[in-house]
């Protein structure tokens, strides 16, 4: 694999989740949890953010960044403080993608979050399916409770 795919994809995406961010009516809409819906588009784009400076730079880039994955989905932040995690998760991503070669995706990842050993390449894609998928959460939240 080449990382250039892979941080195309993730600018991609990081870009998207900032506009889906930008688009809802209000500050207060991010935070809305529904019955029946357990997340808020706020909450998980915080959980994209952390998830992505945790298996990126915490544990690839040797970054100091400490996981609260509580917070993650159950605290709030402003918009703009959002919008800071979401670029600096940005920015970890792309720094560490721009770091690795073609065969550093074929190492082993240093953690086994699924219980087993898998290349890198493995986790990374996982990774960019996960914020793809929460990512079109976000969307079908916003356009669902934003009213």
Known sequence: MKPDTLSQLFARDFETLETEIHNYSSEENLWIKESGIN???GNLALH?????????????????????REFEFNGKVNQEELISRIRSARKV???VLSEMNPDDFAETYPLEPFGFAMSTEFFFVHLYSHMSYHLGQVNYHRRLLDK
Do not use: C
């Not at 994209?48 to 609260?68: C, M, P, Q």
């Open 48 to 68: 994209i953010a952390g998830n992505l400076e945790h298996f990126f730079g915490s544990v690839i880039g040797k970054t100091n960044y400490i996981r609260d």
């Open 93 to 95: 991503v792309n720094n």
């Open 39 to 41: 997340n808020s588009g």
